[in-house]
């Protein structure tokens, strides 16, 4: 049986369809290095960064693939005022939310401290 990050989980409780889902979109920019005009904005910051201008089809979900291992929180709008999700950045994190086709994505930081970490990397393959 798998077990998903803590509290441990079995997959097929707490995932349950999700994990076996196709990839139908990413972050417009692929995989993303964490510094420069990627870094993530402070939790105190007028907007978060868009890592997806518009959906391209409804998602049910999202999987992180990063080295990071900072909490951020996913936003619908450039203020950061519609929350969709609150995650880590690890190696393989999944989150369960449903987002319709055109939605816009944007990430702010969990602290109030930017996450700017070059060298460290960003993916997140959406789930449809």
Known sequence: MSYHKYPPTALNESLSGLTDKNT??????????V????????????????????????????QVISDIGEFVEMFEDAACTIKIATMVLTPDET??????????????????????QPGSYLAMNFLG
């Open 35 to 62: 510094t420069g005009a990627n870094v993530i904005p402070r939790s105190s910051a007028v907007a978060g960064l868009q890592v997806v201008a518009a959906l391209g089809q409804d998602v049910s979900g999202v």
């Open 95 to 116: 989150v369960r939310f449903t987002l319709a086709s055109g939605t816009s994505v944007y990430l702010r930081a969990v602290k109030d401290v930017d996450i700017d």
């Open 24 to 33: 139908v979109d990413e972050l417009d920019g692929g995989v993303i290095e």
